[in-house]
């Protein structure tokens, strides 16, 4: 089936706004009953509960989503990080008009509280001084059942990147079990996944319309649960793809030349399911994909068996395309009773003026008043990190096509890119030059999910909207998308030359392999954009490990580096490249990790943050870790025609694989040296320069040296004149301490 065009969305600034549009835009979305009452409001019409602390900043998405419900003329109030031990603080704002809106904040509640080794963490970035414990496990969960508890009878639609990427049953790695759609464990109303604001506003227009929620069943980007005999089901052509190594029904062979009523042949089938039209030239049209359902392995199914499981998996991430994707249907049981989730097609992404729209809104560029200390700042014990990290930052796009599988910006965003306009972007700098509070002239970053995909996408809409490709850069840069990097080029010049602006400084990970394609955009980032280090990502050395993350050869990370230190040698820099990698990834082997450490040592890196794979829901290598197939390509239940994935399972391998990437910490060398002498690599253990570690055994109390203090469990290490400089205190290693002695500084030469 060919994808049809798919129809222009109703814009966001194209509603009737509400009534209560009268009272204006708030200074802050209120927290309290007092400030609803000075804000001239006897309710709300929006509740949001979010995990988060309040920023009202368009990188949290509470601010993003009321703020846009606002405009519409909602009046939207916000519980944050309340006290979910009873339904009393979900009172607090009073009986909501229309819905309220759950969201566990920003990250998954479980990958905020628990690290990759299932420990807990001591801090919680989204929380006023870095607090840990001001949000449960599972938060969405809670947050729902508290808010039906408080009002029975008030819809609660879910949303938010929890409940985005585990909208289906969903491998759970801190439970080690497959576990139901969050929509079936919270039994919401709704179940809204993505970027929202296209779902949300429809949803609370039609609610205002006093339409029931439970009428709201075709709205793009949500999921709902459904009786199996419902009716609003009819006229929807289902596709079993409940099973593998199975084609499905075989229709009969029609003869060309045969004469075929079509009355008769678009009658109803037993079934119910509206059946294909056999046209007179014996040819078989099937029905559009925005009628047409596909029907997954059910709950019970997948929970128990692997192999469907990593079928359903592959099946999902075929259908994420808002051109071409299909709704898909999964069966679970209830005590007996079936009942169907479905999952409705992405949202259509937002236009230009829409995404101007949506980050034009009328935001506080800060923490809720609540939140400020003594002295009335938000710089001190009650600083919220997250909002630090981005306080001078600007998002200037929304996606990835990416598809790196251990990620799930594709799953949430979608692969294709949503860009604002220049002149957008340009306006919320001089916003921020002017009105946010601390800023030196700095901007830390102008980026997104990937620094350098503003604006870039496939030449041809029709190819686009047709395309189930789940990356455009592996194995290979499609030639199909236009690599063009002069709009950003343009943008970053613009905004450097803006009055108060000292310099522009770029974050955000940059797809390396996308900038070789523009010299031009790598000579203007490192001349003009990096401040003395650039994080990339080439994640692993070794071909095994690449192919199942979808990333680039390390070659290709070697072209870029010449060109970077080419770049900065022309600007009279010095600067250097930060790589970052991940252990105990998915197909990879032990011998991968060892040949990584070789590379490290040999190109004198020293990796101080170190990223121990973390299986996050719905992820592509998530399907990987639990099933032990590859999802990339055909599924069966036949070994010789799916392949089998080397899982690094248990403490001890996975401890190995990390102590590989600091293969320069004394504790790790008695682990390193049992296992290089069971591959056969003692070759690789001695006191040489070409040993991989020493074959003496230094003092060591198993704590931890970071050159972050903060992540040390020891005293905080000192770095010596002429060693090698781990990520965070310099890279790459000198020869001597001339460099340094001669005045050179990262960034600043001839200074000191």
């Known amino acids: 089936m060919s994808a049809l065009p798919i129809a222009a969305p109703k814009a966001l600034t194209a509603y009737r706004p509400f009534w209560a549009k009268r009272f204006g835009p708030a200074p802050f979305l209120p927290m309290s009953r007092q400030e ?12 949001i509960v979010t995990g988060d602390a309040y920023v009202d900043h368009p990188s949290f998405g509470m601010a993003v989503i009321g703020r846009t419900l606002e405009a519409q003329g909602f009046r939207v109030g916000i519980i944050a990080q309340p006290d979910w031990n009873s339904a009393d603080a979900f009172k607090a704002l009073g009986k909501p008009n229309l819905f309220f809106g759950v969201a566990a904040g920003n990250m998954d509640s479980m990958i905020n509280r628990y690290t990759a080794d299932r420990k807990i963490r001591s801090d919680d970035a989204y929380t006023p001084g870095g607090e840990g414990g001001k949000r449960p496990d599972r938060a969405t969960l809670v947050y729902t059942q508290r808010c039906q508890e408080a009002f029975k009878d008030v819809p609660v639609v879910i949303g938010g990147i929890e409940a985005s990427l585990r909208r289906i049953a969903h491998y759970d790695y801190w439970q080690d079990k497959v576990r139901r759609s969050i929509l079936v464990d919270a039994k919401a109303d709704l179940l809204v996944y993505g970027n929202a604001e296209r779902a949300i506003v429809e949803i609370a227009h039609r609610l205002a319309r006093r339409e029931p929620i439970e009428a709201l069943t075709d709205v793009r980007g949500t999921a709902f649960m459904r009786r199996t005999d419902d009716p609003t089901a009819d006229g929807w052509f289902e596709l079993d793809s409940t099973e593998v190594d199975r084609p499905g029904r075989i229709d009969e062979l029609i003869s060309p030349y045969q004469i075929i009523d079509d009355s008769k042949a678009c009658a109803s089938n037993d079934d119910g399911a509206k059946p294909i039209t056999l046209h007179k030239t014996g040819r078989i049209t099937m029905p559009p994909r925005d009628h047409t359902v596909v029907r997954l392995p059910a709950y019970e199914q997948v929970k128990s068996d692997p192999v469907l499981y990593a079928h359903a998996n592959r099946v999902l991430h075929l259908e994420t ?25 992405p949202p259509i992404p937002l236009t230009t003026p829409e995404m101007d729209h949506v980050f034009d809104l009328p935001y506080a560029r800060s923490p809720h008043p609540s939140y400020a200390d003594e002295a009335g700042s938000h710089d001190g014990g009650t600083k919220i990190p997250a909002w630090e990290m981005i306080r001078f930052s600007v998002n200037i796009m929304r996606g990835c096509f990416g598809g790196c599988t251990f990620c799930s910006i594709t799953e949430h965003e979608g692969r294709i890119i949503q860009s604002r306009s220049e002149d ?11 009105k946010v509070r601390g800023f030196t002239g ?10 350098n995909m503003y604006r870039i996408g496939c030449k041809s809409p029709e190819i686009e909207a047709a395309c189930r490709k789940p990356s455009c850069v592996y194995p290979g840069i499609c030639q199909n998308l236009n690599t063009s990097h002069d709009p950003l080029i343009k943008m970053y010049r613009r905004a450097r030359a803006l009055p108060g602006v000292k310099k ?3 974050g955000s990970g940059l797809r390396y392999d996308l900038a070789v394609q523009s010299p031009e955009y790598v000579k203007e980032l490192v001349t003009h954009h990096v401040g003395g280090y650039l994080k990339i990502a080439p994640e692993h050395t070794e071909t095994g490990p690449l192919s199942k993350m979808m990333k680039p050869g390390i070659g290709t990370y070697d072209r870029f580096k010449q060109m970077f230190e080419a770049a900065s040698a022309a600007a009279g820099k ?9 252990a105990a990834h998915p197909g990879t082997s032990d011998e991968d990790m ?6 490290l040592k040999r190109n004198g890196f020293r990796a101080d943050q170190v990223q121990t794979f973390y299986p996050s829901p719905m992820a592509t290598a998530t399907a990987m870790y639990h099933s032990g197939m590859n999802p990339l390509k055909g599924i069966s239940r036949d070994e010789t025609r799916s392949e089998r994935v080397d899982i690094v399972r248990g403490e001890r391998r996975r401890r190995l694989h990390k102590a590989f990437l600091r293969y320069h910490d004394a504790n790790n060398w008695p682990l390193l040296r049992e296992a290089l002498k069971a591959m056969g690599r003692a070759d690789l253990i001695g006191n040489g320069k070409h040993h991989l570690i020493p074959s003496y055994q230094p003092m060591t109390d198993g704590s931890y040296d970071s050159a972050r203090r903060k992540n040390s469990t020891g005293a905080k290490p000192t770095a010596r004149k002429g060693q090698i400089l781990t990520q965070h205190t310099g890279l790459p290693p000198r020869a001597t301490g001339a460099a340094r002695a001669s005045g050179a500084r990262p960034g600043k030469p001839g200074k000191r």
């Not at 209830?334 to 409705?344: E, H, M, S």
Request: one cysteine or more; a negative charge; glycine letters at 6%.
């Open 504 to 506: 522009i400084l770029i």
């Open 442 to 451: 700095i901007v830390s970053d102008l980026g997104g999910p990937t620094a």
């Open 321 to 345: 395309n808002p051109g071409n994707a299909r709704a898909l249907v999964q069966r679970y049981d209830f005590n007996g009773v079936a009942r169907d989730l479905w999952i409705n097609p």
């Open 574 to 582: 010095k600067q250097y490249l930060i790589p970052y990698f991940i």
């Open 36 to 47: 609803m009452e000075q804000l001239g409001w006897d309710s709300c019409d929006v509740i």
């Open 424 to 434: 957008s972007v340009i306006r919320e700098i001089e916003e921020m030059r002017d």
């Open 594 to 599: 060892m040949n990584l450490a070789v590379w």
